[in-house]
């Protein structure tokens, strides 16, 4: 994608990532946090995430305005999963649409495969989040399973799509 880049996350792009995130907090579904977090705690998930060798990656422009994150974390703490990642990966709104999800999961799967790790699980939201299995879907991913009710945001009970690829 002309224009766009993507790098591994530096301290300076904490604000950005906590502002894109704090936008799907405050207005959706696609995230079940109902509190908003700071730059502190995306500093820790930050140094928790490198410390598992886990790719954490953003994309920008050449201008350097922050168009969105992708990021790993250990699916559990049980070592026996320690090949396996939750993957998230978000949008700052005016991004939406325009490709640059698609060029960023992109990257951040070769990331994965890089870093040695084989099963990526995706778990999205089953309201509002018809465009991150579309973009999952496309990258390669599978339905591998659906759990109701497990959420609620918004006064809404919700539950959430399970969707795997194996690198």
């Not at 410390?51 to 994309?59: E, K, M, N, S």
Request: hydrophobic residues 45%; proline residues 3%; charged residues 25%.
């Amino acid at each position: 994608m002309s224009g766009v880049r993507v790098r591994p996350v530096t301290d300076a792009d904490l604000p950005a990532i906590r502002d894109i995130y704090n936008h799907y907090v405050r207005t959706s579904t696609v995230t079940y946090d109902e509190v908003e977090s700071t730059v502190a705690d995306w500093d820790a998930k930050r140094r928790r995430i490198a410390d598992a060798g886990i790719p954490f990656l953003v994309a920008h422009t050449e201008a350097g305005e922050l168009l969105g994150y992708a990021l790993g974390q250990p699916w559990s703490a049980k070592s026996a999963y320690r090949f396996t990642i939750e993957n998230s990966i978000y949008l700052a709104p005016d991004a939406v649409g325009r490709g640059v999800g698609g060029m960023l999961l992109g990257v951040f799967l070769d990331a994965c495969r890089d870093a040695g790790l084989r099963q990526i699980i995706a778990v999205i939201a089953d309201h509002g989040a018809d465009a991150s299995i579309a973009l999952h879907r496309r990258a390669g991913f599978h339905d591998a399973g659906h759990l109701t009710e497990v959420g609620e945001k918004f006064g809404q009970r919700m539950g959430v799509h399970l969707m795997q690829k194996s690198l």
